[in-house]
């Protein structure tokens, strides 16, 4: 059958319909086996949350972050359990399935894309209780100045989604392999992980880190990402630099992903 024909492994038809498919098994096999199933999408970020919460709002005196700082909190860590789960899973997107990896006629690249889509229907399952967190902040507040705000910024939730993808994609085109290659990469990956996490406004806002961290903060991606995603509610805290940037260097890691992940194939098809 020719290489054009649809349908045929090339095709761009095919590439979607498998990864689909791909990305709808990871979700079944993630559900089916879990008694909680769902609510392992909003459990995690949930419970870090409620953690943060009391930490920065019953034990000491916060100084970071808007309120309703709960608000605050759900509307950044949601995008980055997406965010960290994805590149948890590029460290071992080619071990997991290398008999497929290798056999397969479809670009290898669904390897990883199939990740960041998974991932992402799940933060989608998880925006819900996002919402349901601000009807009740708007029912059951009484003061003004801590009732969320929602406004025109809600229509930039879809760029930062966008922009998350473009990063994501990027990133496990570089991650998965070089983790595939060189197999401590995949523990160095989680320590780096662990690390970013403070290193990204999640629990805080750019605005807050003084100087020079606000400039080395604005060249994370992740900040003008988690800034597009709060313009919803908080619409404070836009800084066009740091958005700016966010997309810059999102595209530029898309960018060297390809570059890297074409370079890598064949030398991780015979590693495999």
Not at 53 to 67: L, N, Y
Not at 152 to 163: E, M, N, R, S, T
Not at 165 to 192: K, M, N, Q, S, W
Request: aromatic share 14%; glycine share 6%; with cysteine.
């Amino acid at each position: 059958m020719s290489r054009t024909t649809v349908g045929a492994p090339g095709t761009p038809q095919r590439y979607v319909h498998s990864l689909w498919l791909l990305s709808a098994r990871d979700l079944k096999v993630r559900y089916s086996t879990s008694a909680l199933g769902y609510l392992w999408s909003v459990l995690d970020p949930l419970v870090m949350s409620a953690i943060y919460w009391f930490v920065f709002t019953q034990v000491f005196q916060r100084d970071v972050g808007e309120d309703p700082y709960i608000i605050f909190l759900i509307s950044g860590l949601l995008p980055w359990v997406w965010f960290n789960s994805s590149v948890s899973d590029f460290t071992k997107a080619f071990k997991r399935d290398s008999r497929l990896v290798r056999s397969t006629a479809i670009p290898r690249s669904i390897w990883v894309n199939r990740i960041v889509l998974s991932k992402g229907i799940e933060f989608l399952f998880s925006l819900p209780v996002l919402a349901l967190f601000v009807v009740v902040n708007l029912l059951t507040e009484s003061d003004p100045g801590h009732i969320v705000q929602i406004g025109w910024g809600i229509l930039w939730i879809p760029v930062a989604v966008a922009l998350q993808i473009v990063l994501l994609v990027g990133l496990g085109l570089l991650v998965a392999p070089l983790c595939a290659l060189y197999a401590d990469l995949e523990r160095t990956t989680g320590l780096i992980l662990r690390a970013l996490f403070y290193a990204t406004p999640i629990i805080y806002s750019v605005s807050n880190l003084p100087e020079p961290f606000d400039v080395i903060g604005a060249f994370n991606p992740l900040a003008g990402i988690f800034t597009l995603y709060r313009m919803a509610f908080f619409p404070d805290q836009w800084n066009t630099l740091t958005v700016v940037i966010s997309a810059v260097m999102s595209l530029l890691i898309l960018a060297l992903g390809v570059w890297v992940f074409r370079s890598l194939e064949r030398p991780v098809l015979k590693e495999l």
